[in-house]
């Protein structure tokens, strides 16, 4: 058992008046006749704390499964169930011997509740605006990212067992499971945020769990033009080419904010049209009233029962879609994609993996093999140029911050090459003393094709939008 006790006189000026101080046993030992209290490392006495609040925890959410009725909890508020459940906290802590001061004891209720509730030591981490992503590497390993930029954070795991349990309720609230013959899942909480799990034996230093964190409010093209990810010129022509329904192509990296651009460009759809999206685990917040989402099922435990982007995208086809918005393109969905694109669903979107947009088309055309259809490499370009309108490519800096990086239209084929003009693009030209990455968007002077199809739908952009010019982005 060990003793906690508020910290007093000269020793506890330093701490706040709600600090508290481990007291250790003293040993008496020989020094003419004077009794020397032992001297313990503070680091450890924080650690011996915290490891001791953490049992306690533990202990009190086990006696509280045992007393009372989970599924009662559900017809109750977060409020009340805390009415319900502080005399029963509080009377564990007194059987304990523990002292606790009133924010420790609220603070101690929250993560109670959290376990029970929620998803323990990870909803703090969710309920903070400022991260974007939390990584999970093992039950004492948390890293989140703010800003663009990664840092470990306190929070932990009681152990594995107690981590792989915040995995399984994750996972089997959307019907899916992990385990030694599943070892990895991707899945969404409740609020959409997208998860994905791998635990033993493919991780080998125990469970890791990523979270990119869903956005309680869509980041808008005027949030994203005053973050300086893009100008509002290009901004501009961006509402076009959506507007008069030309096919997208958003390609970037891991992170670079493909999702976010997808959602900013849907918000210029018109509200009268029909929309499909097609996701692995849906978020996209697409904000008009007439949208179909549909999402991905893996297969069941005896293997059987998976339905595949490529099945919806088939079945999309037939739920009279005016577009048709696939979250990302992985595999042989690419080529039933470039069919929709081609035959009557204009200003359909999506978006792949890749560093340029050359090498987007190039995934595609590799995606499109993926499929099992006998096509020749020819073709498949060929249908890739007539398909595709608009490559946009959107990138991570190495300050974290995310901007557009270009804008491509596809002009045709000459030979055996998909041909492209770049009509906007980023020019990194270096680093400022914070080591923030300094440039400009420049528009390189060609006047698109498109034009004439914005044109036929009444947009007439001004040609000054085109000419060349540069707009600084710090």
Not at 89 to 116: C, F, M, Q, T
Request: hydrophobic letters at 40%; aromatic letters at 2%.
């Amino acid at each position: 058992m060990w003793q906690i006790r508020k910290a007093s006189g000269a020793a506890g000026a330093a701490l706040s008046s709600d600090a508290l101080e481990v007291v250790e046993p003293i040993e008496p030992q020989a020094n003419d006749g004077i009794a020397i209290p032992t001297v313990v490392d503070q680091t450890d006495h924080a650690q011996h704390v915290d490891r001791g609040l953490l049992d306690l925890k533990v202990k009190i959410h086990r006696v509280l499964l045992e007393r009372i009725n989970l599924s009662a909890l559900e017809l109750m508020s977060r409020e009340k169930i805390s009415e319900e459940l502080e005399p029963i906290i509080l009377s564990i802590i007194s059987e304990e011997g523990i002292a606790l001061n009133r924010n420790e004891r609220a603070n101690l209720l929250r993560e109670v509740l959290d376990e029970l509730l929620g998803l323990g030591p990870l909803e703090p981490l969710l309920q903070d605006e400022t991260i974007t992503d939390i990584l999970v590497n093992g039950f004492e390993t948390v890293f989140v990212e703010r800003n663009g930029l990664l840092e470990r954070v306190p929070t932990r795991f009681q152990d594995e067992r107690h981590l792989l349990r915040i995995v399984q309720k994750i996972v089997s609230a959307v019907g899916r499971r992990v385990d030694e013959s599943s070892p990895f899942v991707d899945a969404r909480l409740a609020d959409g945020s997208r998860v994905n799990a791998i635990v033993a034996p493919l991780a080998i230093d125990g469970s890791m769990l990523s979270i990119r964190k869903f956005s309680k409010r869509p980041i808008s093209m005027a949030r994203m033009i005053e973050l300086q990810s893009l100008t509002a010129a290009i901004a501009e022509v961006l509402q076009g080419i959506v507007k008069a329904k030309l096919n997208i192509i958003i390609s970037g990296g891991t992170g670079s904010g493909k999702t976010t651009m997808l959602n900013a460009l849907s918000s210029y759809i018109d509200e009268r049209q029909r929309i499909v999206t097609i996701e692995d685990s849906a978020e996209l917040q697409l904000q008009q009233e007439h949208v179909a989402r549909l999402e991905t099922r893996p297969p069941n435990i005896e293997g059987r029962g998976a339905v595949t982007q490529r099945d919806l995208v088939r079945n999309a086809l037939r739920m009279r879609p005016d577009r048709i918005i696939l979250g990302e393109c992985r595999a042989g969905e690419a080529f039933d994609m470039l069919q929709a694109m081609n035959t009557g669903h204009d200003g359909s979107m999506t978006t792949v993996h890749a560093n340029t947009p050359r090498d987007a088309l190039s995934r595609i055309e590799q995606m499109v093999g993926m499929s099992g259809i006998d096509i020749s490499a020819r073709s498949t370009r060929a249908q890739i140029a007539s398909a595709v309108n608009v490559v946009i490519q959107i990138g991570r800096l190495s300050d974290g911050k995310r901007k557009l990086l270009s804008v491509s239209e596809l002009t045709g084929m000459e030979g055996e090459i998909v041909t492209m003009q770049e009509i906007f693009r980023f020019n990194q030209t270096g680093r400022d003393g914070a080591g923030n990455v300094q440039g400009r968007f420049e528009a390189t002077g060609i006047r698109p094709r498109f034009t004439s199809v914005l044109q036929v739908h009444g947009i007439d952009l001004p040609s000054e939008l085109f000419q060349p010019h540069v707009e600084r982005a710090g």
